[in-house]
C-alpha cells in the first residue's frame, strides 16, 4: 500500500498523477477463510479492518454481491450524530463517532468527516421540551448536546427564516457540534484499502447463495455465485437483504425492508452551513462539499428491494424544505436516488451473535446506519472475534424481541420509518 | 407512484388512495396468554420480508374504505394479483 | 342574556371566475352517511333504488364502497329512518362542505392535484379520492361540472389549492 502523505501527492501530480498504483487488489475467492463478511459496505468493510488490525485475524474475506460501498453507504445522506435518547443507543451511537475522529489518520485515507453541527429545529411547545429532555438525557451519558435560542440558531445557520409568522416557526433548536457529516464512498474505499493491506481479500461481484452448516448446526462455509468457501465463522452484514442472507441459515429476522430516497440539488456556492433536521416537517438537509444540496426523503410504505422509490416521497419531501427554507424554492434537483434499509421492530439495530454457532450479524441500522459504520464495524470484529458481544453491542442482541426488553428508539430519526 | 388494483372497485387506483397495511394473512392468537414467548414473537415481530412474492395488506382508504390483499413481487414492486380480505391465500 | 351562535361559512361566498372556469361553494344541502351491508337495504331505507356499485349515482345518493352509501338532499330533508333495517345511518350535513368546479376546464384544473385520469371519469360518477393530501369525494355532475365534496376544515385550503391552480 502507497502511503499518502504531502511528499507523495506532490511527486504524483508533478507527474501528471499518471502512475498512481491499484490502491487495493480485485481479490478472487479462495478456498477457505477464517472468517466471512458478507456485504461490503462500509460497516462490512469496517469489520474486516478491526478483525485484522485488532485481533490479528487477517485470513479473512469480505462478500460483495455487487461493488463496494454501492449498496447503502452510496445512498445515504453522509449524516453523523449520536444524539441518541436512551443509555444503551447513546453509547453505541457515541462509539462510533469517537471513531469518526481520527479514522482519516488511521486508514490513511481522507473520510471528509466535517464536525460542521446537526442542528435539530423545534416548532413547537411538544418539540421544545422533548429535545430539551433528550439534550439532558444526552449530557448525562457524556454526549455533547446544547440548547440555542432561536437567534443562536440564526447565528449558526443564517439561511434559517426565524420570523414568528413563519408556517412553521423555529422556536429554538438543539446543536450536536461534534455531529456533521462525511464523504460516504471514502469511508468504503479507506477500509478497503487498510483492510487488504493487512491482507484481507476484498471480492466484489460475488453473491452468497447459501450458507453451510454442520451436523452440530454450525457454519461450515458459505456458497457463493463464484463457488464454496470455507470458514467457521460468518458476520453478515447486509443491510437490505438481512433477511434474505438469514434464511439461508433457517433464520427468520424481525425485519422488513423498505426503500429509502435522497436526492440532491444542482450545486451552487456554499450557503448552508451545517445540517438542519426539522422531525415535525419530515425534512432535513445539508450541503456537500460539491456544492449540491444534500436532502433526505421519507421511505416508501411497503416493503421492497426496489432500490427505487416513488415520486410522491420525494415531492412531500421537497413540499417540506419549500416550506422551512423559501429561499431554495427555485433550486432544480439533480438526482434522486433509492436505497433498501432494513427496519427492526424498535427501530434499533441487531448487532451479536445468532442462534446459530459462527453466524453472527449487524442489521437493522434503518434509516440511519452511515453514522455508525466505524462503530459497527469495530463491535462486530469484537462479537466475531471473541465470540461474545461488547457491553456496548450486548443490548442490540436478538433476544430481545422475545424477552421484550426493547430499545425503543422509534422517535431518533429525521424522517418517518 | 404504483396503480393498485382495488378488488371491490374493480378498477386500477394511484397508490396515494391506499395504505398499506404489512405482512397479510397473519392471524391474531385467539388465547395470548397460552402462548410461549416464542410463539409470541413470531406474532409479533417476525416477518417473511420475502425478496419476492410477498402477501400483503393494503387498504383503499381514499376510495372505498375497504381492506384487501394483495402478492406483489418485491424486487419488482409489479402486483400479481389482489383479491377480497377473507378470500384463502393466492 | 344567552349568545346567539352563528354558523360561519369556510368558503367565500363569490365565486372565483374566468380561464374557462368558474368555482363556486354549493348551496347548503342535507347529507347522510349511510352504512349497510347490501344496497337493497339501503333501498328499504330510502324508499327509492340505491345504486349497487361502487361508484354509481342515482336520485342523489352515491354508493362509495361495498357497505358505504352517501345520499344528499335538501337543506331541511329529514334524515331518513332505518325502521327495522340494518343501516346505520350518521348525518353530515355539516362536516362536508362542497365546491362546484365548472367549465371547460374544469377537469384539466381538478388533475392539478387529483391522480384520476377525469378524461375516463364517466358523467354520473362519484368516488372518493385525494386532491393533494386532502380527502374529497368527486362526482361528475355534467361533462364540465365536478361537485367536489371535502371536510369543512380542510375547504378553505382547497379553495386556495384550485382557485390557485384555476388562476394560472
Given amino acids: 500500500m502507497t502511503r499518502f502523505s504531502a511528499i507523495s501527492l506532490i511527486a504524483k501530480a508533478l507527474n501528471g498523477h499518471k502512475d498512481w498504483p491499484e490502491q487495493w487488489p480485485d481479490a478472487a475467492p479462495k478456498p477457505a477463510y477464517d472468517a466471512i463478511i458478507v456485504g461490503g459496505g462500509g460497516h462490512g468493510l469496517g469489520a474486516a479492518y478491526y478483525l485484522a488490525k485488532k485481533y490479528g485475524i487477517t485470513k479473512v474475506a469480505v462478500l460483495e454481491k455487487g461493488w463496494i460501498g454501492g449498496g447503502n453507504t452510496g445512498r445515504n445522506t453522509t449524516i453523523i450524530r449520536s444524539n441518541y435518547l436512551y443509555d444503551e443507543s447513546a453509547h453505541l451511537y457515541d462509539h462510533a463517532v469517537k471513531l469518526w475522529d481520527g479514522l482519516s489518520q488511521e486508514l490513511n485515507y481522507n473520510t471528509m468527516y466535517s464536525k460542521r453541527g446537526v442542528m435539530m429545529l423545534a416548532h413547537n411547545v411538544h418539540d421544545i421540551q422533548s429535545f430539551k429532555r433528550h439534550i439532558h438525557a444526552n449530557r448525562l451519558n457524556g454526549v455533547d448536546n446544547e440548547w440555542l435560542t432561536p437567534e443562536e440558531a440564526k447565528a449558526y445557520c443564517p439561511p434559517l427564516n426565524i420570523s414568528p409568522d413563519a408556517r412553521y416557526p423555529v422556536l429554538g433548536a438543539a446543536l450536536q457540534r461534534r455531529g456533521g457529516t462525511a464523504r460516504h464512498d471514502t469511508v468504503a474505499w479507506g477500509y478497503a484499502r487498510a483492510a487488504a493491506a493487512l491482507g484481507v481479500d476484498v471480492i466484489q461481484n460475488c453473491a452468497v447463495t447459501g450458507i453451510n452448516r454442520g451436523p452440530d448446526g454450525a457454519v461450515t462455509g458459505v456458497e457463493t455465485t463464484r463457488g464454496s468457501i470455507a470458514c467457521k465463522r460468518i458476520g453478515v452484514s447486509a443491510a437490505g437483504n438481512t433477511s434474505v442472507i438469514m434464511q439461508m441459515a433457517g433464520l427468520d429476522f424481525p425485519l422488513e425492508s423498505y426503500p429509502l430516497q435522497a436526492l440532491v440539488s444542482e450545486p451552487v456556492k456554499p450557503i448552508f452551513p451545517c445540517v438542519v433536521m426539522s422531525n415535525t416537517v419530515h425534512a432535513y438537509m445539508s450541503q456537500s462539499d460539491k456544492g449540491e444540496l444534500v436532502i433526505g426523503a421519507g421511505t416508501d410504505q411497503y416493503v421492497s428491494y426496489s432500490q427505487r422509490g416513488a415520486l410522491h416521497i420525494v415531492e412531500h419531501t421537497l413540499a417540506a424544505i419549500c416550506e422551512i427554507f423559501p429561499i431554495f424554492r427555485r433550486m432544480r434537483m439533480l438526482r434522486t436516488w433509492g436505497g433498501i434499509v432494513d427496519v427492526t421492530p424498535d427501530r434499533s439495530p441487531i448487532l451479536g451473535k445468532t442462534p446459530v454457532q459462527g453466524l453472527y450479524v449487524n442489521c437493522g441500522w434503518g434509516t440511519g446506519g452511515f453514522k455508525a459504520t466505524p462503530g459497527a464495524g469495530d463491535l462486530l470484529a469484537y462479537t466475531m472475534a471473541k465470540d461474545e458481544p461488547h457491553p456496548i453491542n450486548a443490548p442490540f442482541n436478538l433476544d430481545r424481541f422475545r424477552n421484550g426488553r426493547l430499545i425503543d428508539e422509534a422517535a431518533a430519526a429525521a424522517v418517518a420509518h | ?90 | 342574556m344567552s349568545d346567539v351562535l352563528t354558523r360561519s361559512e369556510p368558503l367565500p361566498a363569490e365565486a372565483f371566475s374566468g380561464n374557462q372556469v368558474v368555482i363556486r361553494a354549493a348551496p347548503a344541502m342535507a347529507r347522510f352517511s349511510l352504512r349497510a351491508r347490501t344496497a337493497a337495504e339501503v333501498s328499504a331505507v330510502l324508499g327509492f333504488e340505491a345504486p349497487a356499485k361502487i361508484g354509481a349515482t342515482a336520485h342523489g345518493v352515491a354508493c362509495l364502497g361495498p357497505d358505504e352509501w352517501m345520499y344528499r338532499g335538501a337543506p331541511d330533508a329529514p334524515p331518513p329512518v332505518a325502521a327495522g333495517q340494518m343501516v346505520a345511518i350518521t348525518e353530515i350535513s355539516h362536516r362536508n362542505t362542497a365546491i362546484v368546479v365548472e367549465g371547460p376546464r374544469g377537469a384539466e384544473v381538478l388533475s392539478a392535484g387529483c391522480p384520476l385520469d377525469l378524461s375516463k371519469f364517466d358523467i354520473g360518477r362519484a368516488t372518493r379520492t385525494v386532491f393533494e393530501t386532502v380527502e374529497i369525494i368527486v362526482e361528475r355532475e355534467a361533462n364540465d361540472r365536478f361537485h367536489v365534496e371535502v371536510w369543512r376544515s380542510f375547504a378553505p385550503w382547497l379553495w386556495t389549492a384550485i382557485t390557485q391552480v384555476a388562476a394560472e
Fill in chain 2, 1 to 90: 407512484m404504483i396503480l393498485i388494483h382495488c378488488p371491490y372497485c374493480d378498477e386500477d387506483r394511484p397508490e396515494i388512495e391506499f395504505a398499506y397495511g404489512g405482512e397479510a394473512h397473519i392471524a391474531r392468537p385467539l388465547d395470548p396468554s397460552a402462548m410461549s414467548d416464542a410463539e409470541w414473537e413470531r406474532y409479533l415481530f417476525i416477518r417473511n420480508n420475502p425478496r419476492g412474492r410477498h402477501h400483503e395488506r393494503w387498504r383503499h382508504s381514499h376510495g372505498c374504505g375497504r381492506f384487501f390483499n394483495a402478492v406483489r413481487d418485491t424486487v419488482t414492486d409489479k402486483f400479481e394479483t389482489t383479491y377480497k380480505a377473507g378470500e384463502p391465500r393466492k
